[in-house]
């Protein structure tokens, strides 16, 4: 399947599931479901059938809020059958509304903001010790970089020359009920990385070619960034860029003209 055809498969998951479940966050999973689909479909080695194989590369989806996206990943990769997707938040299932641990193919439970960046250095620093050719990869909220313990794992990584570790930060500028310029205005999310000693790369967030290009890139040295600029809710017109749709799972009219709109293929 091409990527654009994964994302779009993510997409249209991501709100059955929002819709059958009431769990939300759609507008965060909708933002980062084309990193997700480029790197599950293109970039990762991933072991689908042995998910904890030692040669995996490792992911961390640190705004565990958007597991929908993960989940939806995961389960086009086969990792676990597709029926689980709409079981999410049920009792018995084994999804739940934020990333969770037990489920094939994640690595850490998240939710809990600021902390996938930390355990994500300490994976890379163990491979590099050990002489590994994985790759670790962290997806960070806009929103979750107000989280000090960000800049600790940010400084650790650049001053020790991380360079098997990769964090993408999914920069729609809102966060939760806000917009990020109303709580922490970020002056330039770019160049406080790069201050941190990382090599930084700005994309727009839902160019597959701009992503592929991105996140396959390897420095010699540095840790990379990747600031992905990208919409809130991406992918559902009447979602995009709008608040409200952090919290809301659609239902009726809602998600009646949302799957209209992703089957009609338009983005
Ligand atoms: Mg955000």
């Given at each position: 399947m091409v990527t654009e055809e994964f994302a779009r498969q993510i997409r249209r998951d991501v709100v059955e599931m929002a819709h059958r479940s009431g769990i939300s966050h759609i507008g965060s999973a909708l933002s980062a479901a084309d990193i997700i689909a480029v790197l599950y479909n293109e970039v990762m080695r991933i072991?689908?059938?042995?998910?904890?194989?030692?040669?995996r590369d490792r992911f961390i989806l640190s705004k565990g809020h958007a597991s929908m996206a993960l989940y939806a990943a995961l389960a086009g990769k086969g990792y676990f059958p597709r029926e689980e997707l709409y079981r999410q938040g049920e009792n018995g299932g084994m999804l739940s509304g934020h990333v969770a641990h037990g489920v094939p193919g994640t690595e850490l439970s998240t939710g809990?903001?600021?902390?996938g960046l930390s355990v994500g250095a300490g994976m890379a620093t163990a491979i590099k010790r050990d002489g590994g050719r994985q790759r670790v990869f962290v997806v960070l909220g806009d929103g979750e970089c107000a989280e000090g313990a960000v800049w600790e794992a940010a400084l650790f990584s650049g001053h020790n020359c991380l360079s098997n570790l990769t964090a993408v930060v999914?920069?729609?500028?809102?966060q939760a009920n806000d917009e990020c310029e109303n709580v922490i205005s970020w002056k330039n999310m770019a160049e406080l990385w790069r201050s941190c000693g990382w090599h930084v790369l700005e994309v727009n967030g839902h160019s597959i070619p701009a992503l592929r290009e991105a996140l396959s890139f390897r420095h010699g040295v540095k840790p990379v960034c990747v600031v992905a600029h990208t919409v809130k809710g991406k992918g559902v017109s009447f979602m995009e860029g709008q608040k409200v749709w952090h919290h809301l799972s659609p239902q009726g009219e809602d998600y009646a003209n949302a799957v209209a709109e992703l089957e009609a293929g338009n983005i």
């Amino acid at each position: 399947m091409v990527t654009e055809e994964f994302a779009r498969q993510i997409r249209r998951d991501v709100v059955e599931m929002a819709h059958r479940s009431g769990i939300s966050h759609i507008g965060s999973a909708l933002s980062a479901a084309d990193i997700i689909a480029v790197l599950y479909n293109e970039v990762m080695r991933i072991c689908p059938d042995d998910p904890m194989n030692s040669l995996r590369d490792r992911f961390i989806l640190s705004k565990g809020h958007a597991s929908m996206a993960l989940y939806a990943a995961l389960a086009g990769k086969g990792y676990f059958p597709r029926e689980e997707l709409y079981r999410q938040g049920e009792n018995g299932g084994m999804l739940s509304g934020h990333v969770a641990h037990g489920v094939p193919g994640t690595e850490l439970s998240t939710g809990s903001l600021g902390m996938g960046l930390s355990v994500g250095a300490g994976m890379a620093t163990a491979i590099k010790r050990d002489g590994g050719r994985q790759r670790v990869f962290v997806v960070l909220g806009d929103g979750e970089c107000a989280e000090g313990a960000v800049w600790e794992a940010a400084l650790f990584s650049g001053h020790n020359c991380l360079s098997n570790l990769t964090a993408v930060v999914d920069h729609n500028k809102l966060q939760a009920n806000d917009e990020c310029e109303n709580v922490i205005s970020w002056k330039n999310m770019a160049e406080l990385w790069r201050s941190c000693g990382w090599h930084v790369l700005e994309v727009n967030g839902h160019s597959i070619p701009a992503l592929r290009e991105a996140l396959s890139f390897r420095h010699g040295v540095k840790p990379v960034c990747v600031v992905a600029h990208t919409v809130k809710g991406k992918g559902v017109s009447f979602m995009e860029g709008q608040k409200v749709w952090h919290h809301l799972s659609p239902q009726g009219e809602d998600y009646a003209n949302a799957v209209a709109e992703l089957e009609a293929g338009n983005i």
